[in-house]
């Protein structure tokens, strides 16, 4: 029975050994790589120390993007039409005795008459603290991601020790007083082990920190004319001022952990997941003399299954996951301290003033007709379960959305010619968004403040709409010449979505891509 089943293993080796040859001579086409990447469950997860379970074949991509967006379906501080230009790269190196993986991409972003936001670069990143303007306005933005894995080959045949960094930076300039010039950055490293128990039954365990920071500085270009914002608190809560704005200083810290138990057999990998971290940012205003005024305390709960089942005639690919996030935003009472030693402010009590709170489900599943080291056709279909309750305390404000979002996507390969290995990868997609419960309402003083009036009713307004969306894409890609590893590829995607409130008409994105895998 043993020799029936070294020999079945073995067999599967060389074919494995042989395919593998085989797309390192041919390179690979976007189909082949963007197989390539879905069976690798272990580089989806936080643990780069699973590398090893991985298939192990180098590759690399370069891709310039330019995107155009327009439509106002969108939220509040989106602006009504966007455009950006930008080039990434990835690549992976078997190199024996360690594996190593690196990506970057760069962004130029340019957003017209985008509103309620004066102070941060990304208003949706779970900060309820910043500055926000009735005024629409434009802004230029850049953004930098630099991400790297680095792992080791199985030692005694049991264990295997990885690392991944990311390293995140942006710049945005909202081009209008009160004005703004905001600078963030994420450092996130993740060190793991992995253990193999036996060829077949695999577990790890992985740490998280991260290092959170963002410098906000507002002006006015026209400083004999003061302006109108306000200081937000969640939910429409704010204070307003006049002037040129504030000084804000967000610095935090997130830690946390994952574990990982994978299961591999010749035609089946499964990988399941389970991770926690919490981060703790806090918002001081001013650099001269600091005030606290806020923090966050922001738990992430997520789990997730992911199966590949590979067969001669069609393939299967499913993915569960689930995520629970809660965000407790605490609120500080400070005096100036006017002794004679004028230690500048002092923090006299702090509490929890606002929660938000986010469950959601996603789940996908996928038949694919293998061909090669590529696909011929796959059929996807997918859907999200997403409930959101968020609450402001004391004065007892709330918003809240229920939604249920499917969606089908198909893609045919086809075969233009075989010399130049010349492919036609074409996609369309079809999805829905019901809204099953929702809404807003705020029960402060302050009702009449456009923070209230039309920033966070708008928002509730999109996040509680009915819509479709409807998508193609095409991707053209051949050989750079005869026998080489490089393949060229030009792609062009449109999606439109319309939503079916009346407030609201739609949302369209024209993306092109040009690039090379090698």
């Not at 996908?364 to 059929?379: L, T």
Request: glycine fraction near 8%; proline fraction near 2%.
């Amino acid at each position: 029975m043993m020799n029936k089943i070294t020999k079945k293993l073995l067999a599967c080796a060389i074919v494995c050994a042989g395919c593998s040859t085989q797309a390192i001579a041919q390179g690979w086409t976007p189909a082949g790589m963007e197989w390539l990447k879905e069976q690798r469950l272990w580089f989806q997860s936080q643990n780069a120390a699973g590398t090893v379970f991985d298939n192990t074949d180098n590759y690399s991509d370069v891709k310039l993007n330019y995107q155009r967006t327009g439509g106002n379906f969108a939220r509040p501080q989106e602006g009504a039409d966007e455009q950006s230009i930008g080039v990434s790269s990835e690549g992976f190196l078997n190199l024996d005795d360690a594996y190593v993986w690196g990506a970057f991409s760069f962004r130029q972003e340019n957003k017209w008459d985008a509103g309620y936001n004066a102070s941060i670069t990304d208003p949706f990143r779970g900060m309820p603290y910043y500055v926000a303007d009735k005024y629409l306005s434009d802004w230029r933005n850049q953004y930098y991601d630099l991400s790297f894995r680095a792992a080791t080959p199985l030692y005694w045949n049991r264990v295997a020790f990885g690392i991944e960094g990311t390293y995140q930076a942006s710049l945005a300039a909202k081009q209008r007083d009160p004005r703004v010039d905001t600078r963030f950055y994420n450092l996130e490293l993740k060190p793991g082990v992995t253990y193999a128990i036996n060829p077949r039954h695999r577990v790890g365990a992985n740490f998280i920190y991260a290092s959170i920071k963002e410098d906000s500085r507002m002006s006015n270009s026209d400083s004999y004319t003061d302006q109108d914002y306000y200081e937000l608190y969640g939910l429409g809560v704010a204070v307003a001022g006049i002037g040129s704005g504030r000084t804000t200083n967000y610095h935090g810290d997130k830690v946390g952990a994952a574990v990982q138990y994978g299961f591999s057999c010749p035609t089946v990998d499964l990988l399941l997941e389970g991770s926690y971290t919490m981060k703790v940012e806090n918002v001081e205003v001013s650099y001269t003399s600091p005030k606290k005024d806020a923090a966050v305390n922001d738990q992430t709960v997520q789990a997730a299954v992911s199966l590949i089942e590979r067969g001669e005639r069609t393939s299967h690919s499913f993915r569960l996951g689930y995520t629970y996030r809660h965000i407790d935003g605490i609120q500080y009472i400070s005096q100036r301290d006017n002794s004679e030693a004028m230690t500048g402010w002092i923090a006299l009590y702090h509490n929890v003033r606002s929660t938000y709170e986010t469950n959601a489900v996603d789940v996908r599943y996928a038949i694919i007709r293998p061909r090669g080291e590529e696909y011929d056709w796959r059929v996807d279909l997918a859907g999200r379960y997403e409930k959101q309750n968020d609450t402001y305390l004391m004065p007892r404000s709330t918003k809240n959305h229920e939604n249920l979002y499917v969606e089908a996507c198909g893609k045919k390969n086809f075969v233009l010619g075989q010399k130049l290995t010349r492919r036609l990868l074409v996609e369309a997609h079809a999805a829905y968004n019901k809204n099953l419960n929702g809404g807003y309402h705020y029960g402060g003083s302050n009702a009449d403040y456009v923070t209230v009036t039309e920033m966070e009713t708008l928002d509730a307004l999109y996040l509680t709409s009915d819509y479709y969306r409807l998508g193609l894409s095409a991707t053209y890609s051949q050989q750079l010449k005869e026998h080489s590893h490089t393949h060229l590829f030009a792609k062009a995607a449109f999606d439109y979505t319309h939503a079916q409130e009346d407030r609201f008409s739609h949302r369209s994105v024209l993306s092109v891509s040009l690039g090379c895998n090698f």
